[in-house]
C-alpha cells in the first residue's frame, strides 16, 4: 500500500473514532437520570424544615459531581427572580463514614453563596431516599400546605447551563401561580455513588 493510500486510510480510521467519541459523549450529556419516587406531599419524616407560610424549594446534591456546577449556577439564576417568594434548602449528600467537612466542596460554599439559600448535609442520604431523590441535581417545589408542586431539574443537559424547562416551570409557579409542565428531566451524578463511576 502506498503512503498516499495508507494516510487516507488512516484519516477514515481516525474521523471514525472521533465521531464515535462525539456521539458517546453526546448521549451521556443528554440522558436523564431517574426521577425521584417520592409521594405528592412533603415527607413528615424529614428533618429538613418546611416553611408553613410559603413554598419551599429543595435541591439535592452530590457535592463532588461536576454536572452540578450547572445546577448551583441556575439556582442562583431562578433566585434572582423569584427572591422574597420561596424558601430554599441545598441538601448535599454525605457517605456515612466520611471524613468531616468532606461535603464543603467549592459547589457547597457556591450555593451558599446565593441569598436566600439554606445549605446543609445529608447524612448517607437518609434525606434525599425520603423524598426518593436519586440524582444530583434533584429539584422538588413544595407549596405551603406540603403539596409537591414541581420535580425536575434545572438544567437541560448534563452540566450544561442555560434557558430550561425546571427554572421556567419553577418560576412561572412561584410568580404567576400555573406553569406549563410540572415535571422536568435530571441531569447528574447518582446521589449515592461515586461521580467518577458515572463516567
Keep these: 500500500m502506498k503512503k498516499e493510500q495508507r494516510l487516507f486510510v488512516l484519516s477514515i480510521a481516525w474521523l471514525i473514532v472521533v465521531s464515535l467519541g462525539l456521539m ?3 448521549a451521556y450529556s443528554n440522558t436523564p437520570g431517574p426521577s425521584a419516587t417520592g409521594g405528592i406531599t412533603w415527607p413528615n419524616e424529614t428533618s429538613i424544615p418546611r416553611d408553613p407560610e410559603r413554598s419551599t424549594l429543595v435541591v439535592f446534591a452530590h457535592p463532588q459531581c461536576p454536572c452540578s456546577d450547572a445546577s448551583i449556577e441556575e439556582l442562583a439564576r431562578l433566585m434572582a427572580h423569584v427572591q422574597g417568594r420561596v424558601t430554599v434548602r441545598v441538601v448535599f449528600y454525605r457517605p456515612a463514614h466520611a471524613e468531616a467537612g468532606w461535603e464543603r466542596t467549592s459547589l457547597w460554599n457556591r450555593a451558599e453563596a446565593i441569598p436566600g439559600v439554606t445549605v446543609s448535609a445529608d447524612d448517607d442520604g437518609r ?17 405551603a400546605s406540603g403539596t409537591l408542586a414541581f420535580e425536575g431539574g434545572l438544567t437541560y443537559a448534563r452540566g450544561h447551563a442555560g434557558d430550561n424547562a425546571g427554572s421556567t416551570a419553577i418560576a412561572s409557579l412561584l410568580l404567576k401561580g400555573q406553569a406549563l409542565t410540572r415535571h422536568s428531566p435530571v441531569f447528574g451524578c447518582f446521589l449515592r455513588e461515586s461521580p467518577a463511576a458515572q463516567s
Design 127 to 143: 434525606q434525599a431516599a425520603l423524598f426518593g431523590a436519586m440524582v444530583s441535581g434533584q429539584t422538588m417545589l413544595y407549596d
Design 24 to 26: 458517546k459523549l453526546w
